[in-house]
Each structure stands twice: as C-alpha cells, then as structure tokens.
C-alpha cells in the first residue's frame, strides 16, 4: 500500500462523487451496504489484480482484454507490448474503462484515461514495484512494453458481503 492520506482522500472524494451520480438502477444493486470506503479497497487491492481493459478501435468498435493490473497509489497500474491493438488504441483514443471483478464478493469498476509512464520517477517506482512481485522487470519481458497509469474520472466499488468480505481477509469495518 503506497497510498499516502491525500492520495486515499481524493480516491475517497471520487467514489463518493461518482456514486452519488450514478443511475438509480446502479445504486440499488450498489447501495449504502455494498459498497466500499478508499481505505478498504487500498487493503483489499493489493499484489496483482486480473483487469477487465476496454479500449475502442479507430471504427468506434469496443474491445476487451485481460491484463494483470497493481492497485498503487489510489489508482491502477497495467502494461502492455507496444505491439499489441490495445497500445495502438491507446495511443490514439486513451479514454478506457477498467474493471476487476473478484466473482460475487468484490468489484472495482471504472472510467478514465490510460496515460502511458515515460522515464522518470514514477515509472521508476512502478517497476520496481512489479519486478518485486514477479522477479523481473516488465520491461526484460520485451522490446517495446509500454506501462500506464489509469487517470480515473469514475468508479464504484462493490461488496456484495461487504462486512464478511472484510472480515475474512482481515481488513477494519
């Protein structure tokens, strides 16, 4: 958990916005019991995550795929080859909807922007951080990886048994 208190109260500040103008159907499904605070889901978001990615084709066509996702700093963390459609769409149309979805008991679904990590400190920590998860670095895995950082406009966070969910895997209610 690298979330430092600004970083969590801003996560904190967007769900709470973007609940409060989601549509009456998803907040029946997402009511006040079912969802999570930026606390819980820095603790429950941690290691890799398997992501739900939608990007768009230059047709204006969707596409989804599964890539591994880190939850750092209140927000994800994913990469890519550079030759793959996904960074082709990337680069031109950045605009993305992520999801993870842990069956019934957890889901994080969001709307933003994937902007790709150029040289410098941040792209620094991001390596270093998946190299200790997988014991090498994403970019020994090929030529052209590309690492990007979600920029969220929107999310909601579910628990279908919120206070189960959290006391099975040790997180405070």
Known sequence: ????????????????????????????????DRTLS???LVALLTGMKVL??????????PRISALDGHFLHG????????????????AARPAVSVAHIDGEELALFSHG???RLGPGPELDE???HWTTHYGSS????????????????????Y?????????ARGVPT
């Not at 958990?1 to 600004?6: A, F, Q």
């Not at 927000?75 to 990337?90: D, E, N, P, Q, V």
């Not at 994403?138 to 966070?157: E, H, N, Q």
């Open 138 to 157: 994403p970019f020994s895995w090929g030529d052209d990886i590309r690492m990007y950082r979600l920029r969220m406009t929107w999310a909601v966070a």
């Open 126 to 128: 991001v390596d270093a």
């Open 159 to 167: 628990a279908f048994k919120r206070d189960e969910l959290l006391r």
């Open 52 to 61: 739900a990615v939608a990007t768009v084709t230059a047709a204006g066509e």
């Open 38 to 40: 930026a606390e819980q």
């Open 113 to 115: 922007r994937a902007e």
């Open 1 to 32: 958990m690298l979330e430092t208190p600004h970083e969590t109260a801003a996560l904190q500040d967007l769900l709470d916005a973007s609940h409060a103008r989601a549509t009456d159907h998803l907040r029946s499904i997402i009511d006040d």
């Open 75 to 90: 927000t994800w963390t994913f990469g890519t080859s550079g030759t793959s459609a996904k960074a082709r769409h990337l």
